[in-house]
Nanobody, 124 residues
Framework: QVQLVESGGGLVQAGGSLRLSCAAS????????MGWFRQAPGNEREFVAA????????YYADSVKGRFTISRDNTKNTVYLQMNSLKPEDTAIYYC?????????????????WGQGTQVTVSS
């Protein structure tokens, strides 16, 4: 059974940084593309970043491009999201997700497995 566990969320002032981690278990981690999504109160879940199986390809939402970096360590079964220059509008619950098959995707419907989420709050 696949399990994804996020950590690293918290409260930070605008302009600050946080690093989210997502530890995966249950399948051969390096075989599957991974993504990060977020959901703010009253909003739909939105794509943040995605990374290919080997980590060589990444893709970002325009709203985070240049500020966030997704990476993965397949030896540790972990995907990361480094978030710099945080803004109040980045406040949301952040979820990591794993695809069942195929390359990385910006569409949440293409991800089969989800973590429980970690809260990120950015104060102004």
């Amino acid at each position: 059974q696949v399990q994804l566990v996020e950590s690293g969320g918290g409260l930070v002032q605008a302009g600050g940084s946080l690093r989210l981690s997502c530890a995966a278990s249950g399948r051969t981690f390096g075989t599957y593309a991974m993504g990060w999504f977020r959901q703010a109160p009253g909003n739909e879940r939105e794509f943040v970043a995605a990374i290919s199986r080997g980590g060589g390809n990444t893709y970002y939402a325009d709203s985070v491009k240049g500020r966030f970096t997704i990476s993965r360590d397949n030896t540790k079964n972990t995907v990361y999201l480094q978030m710099n220059s945080l803004k109040p509008e980045d406040t949301a619950i952040y979820y990591c997700a794993q695809r069942g098959s195929g390359g990385y995707s910006t569409d949440s419907r293409n991800y089969n497995y989800w973590g429980q989420g970690t809260q990120v709050t950015v104060s102004s």
